[in-house]
């Protein structure tokens, strides 16, 4: 490697010295001397030609190889559209950059100096003028359009019959909560967290609705089916991230987000299509949230309806592995710290 560096640096000093003598020449020309100017400037119209096409092949030769650490192929419905943007978009900016530059490299060498020809100048061109500005605002007009629409459907409400996941990041781990049979996530408050318990959640079970809540270990989802999660961060920043279907959402605290989408391809048909039988879907933490960071992964499973439909009843809900927590909720905390102030109070006066 250091090889390489002071190989580089001599030959940057070297271009330094050539392009310094080339000042001089020119220098003694213009005050009227009859140095004549070398065949440099021919070789410097070649090579306006030549190093482009070489560039241009090794963007060609680099390019499958780059691809390999592109985002993975899309699983979701929004995933095809946004890639699909994506690739319009390059499209669009790469046969700009070629014909611009094209046309930039070709004139360096077509109008190269030459003894006896003098440079044409005109102040300006209105039909080009008007070109170069009406067709870039529509192409920038479509584009921006099409990403607006796309941005739109994919940040639209969530169907009323999308499944809701909860998604609640911690240092340094995600969990996972799902309603039961009514549908509904029960409330919660971040008072009712208690690690040593196990209402990690801080799950209020004076409401109803958490009644049937239960969490899971690995995340189950319907293909074809809509989805919702639900993001909350208990304690630092984290970011819920699934490249395989195009979904990144910050986990917030005291900011609840969401995200929906619909999975398009089960891990089954994942695996067959990448010939990968360990291949897992996964979502990860793209905020440096400390120093396990590195270990904020959860494992998802996307699987047919009817191989959802049975996973998802044969789940016992957290009051049923966890009976001591019934009933217990918001209420009940007021009490015990009306108590506990009562108390201190108590003492407080005893003390006096």
């Known amino acids: 490697m250091s090889g390489l560096i002071i190989g580089l640096v001599a030959a940057l000093i070297l271009v330094i010295l050539f392009m310094l003598f080339r000042i001089q020449a020119l220098i003694t020309i213009a005050k009227g001397g009859d140095r004549p100017v070398g065949t440099s400037n021919k070789v410097n119209g070649a090579l306006m030609l030549i190093v482009p096409i070489v560039l241009l092949a090794l963007v060609a030769w680099y390019s499958p190889i780059a691809a390999r650490n592109f985002l993975p192929e899309a699983?979701?419905?929004?995933?095809?559209?946004?890639?699909?943007?994506?690739?319009?978009?390059?499209?669009?900016?790469?046969?700009?950059?070629?014909?611009?530059?094209?046309?930039?490299?070709?004139?360096?060498?077509?109008?190269?100096?030459?003894?006896?020809?003098?440079?044409?100048?005109?102040h300006d061109n209105t039909?080009?003028?008007?070109?170069?500005?009406?067709?870039?605002?529509?192409?920038?007009?479509?584009?921006?359009?099409?990403?607006?629409?796309?941005?739109?459907?994919?940040?639209?409400?969530?169907?009323?019959?999308?499944?809701?996941?909860?998604?609640?990041?911690?240092?340094?781990?995600?969990?996972?909560?799902y309603p039961g049979v009514d549908k509904q996530l029960g409330s919660y408050d971040f008072r009712l967290i208690d690690d040593v318990a196990g209402n990690e959640f801080g799950i209020d079970f004076e409401d109803k609705k958490a009644e049937d809540d239960f969490l899971a270990r690995e995340m189950y989802l319907p293909k074809g089916q809509p989805v919702l999660f639900k993001i909350r961060a208990r304690d630092v920043l984290h970011s819920v991230f699934a490249p395989h279907f195009r979904l990144k959402m910050d986990a917030v605290p005291g900011m609840p987000t969401q995200f929906h989408f619909v999975p398009t391809k089960t891990t089954e048909e994942m695996r067959s299509q990448l010939n990968n039988p360990q291949f897992d879907y996964e979502i990860a933490c793209t905020e440096v949230c400390g120093r396990g960071h590195f270990a904020m992964k959860f494992k998802i499973v996307v699987v047919e309806p009817e191989e959802?439909?049975?996973?998802?009843?044969?789940?016992?809900?957290?009051?049923?592995?966890?009976?001591?927590?019934?009933?217990?909720?918001?209420?009940?905390?007021?009490?015990?710290?009306?108590?506990?102030?009562?108390?201190?109070?108590?003492?407080?006066?005893?003390?006096?």
């Not at 419905?77 to 950059?97: K, Q, R």
């Not at 739109?152 to 809701?164: G, L, Q």
């Open 127 to 177: 039909r080009l003028e008007v070109f170069w500005t009406i067709v870039p605002a529509v192409i920038m007009a479509l584009l921006v359009f099409f990403g607006w629409k796309a941005w739109s459907d994919i940040t639209s409400e969530p169907p009323k019959e999308a499944m809701v996941v909860e998604i609640m990041g911690k240092q340094f781990a995600w969990q996972v909560r």
């Open 308 to 352: 959802y439909r049975k996973w998802y009843a044969e789940q016992p809900t957290f009051l049923e592995q966890n009976p001591q927590f019934k009933g217990k909720g918001l209420s009940d905390l007021r009490k015990k710290n009306l108590a506990k102030r009562n108390a201190e109070q108590m003492k407080e006066q005893a003390s006096l």
């Open 75 to 122: 699983s979701s419905v929004h995933g095809v559209v946004t890639d699909n943007l994506f690739w319009v978009t390059i499209t669009v900016i790469s046969l700009m950059f070629l014909i611009t530059n094209a046309g930039l490299f070709w004139f360096a060498y077509k109008y190269q100096y030459k003894e006896g020809r003098q440079a044409s100048f005109f």
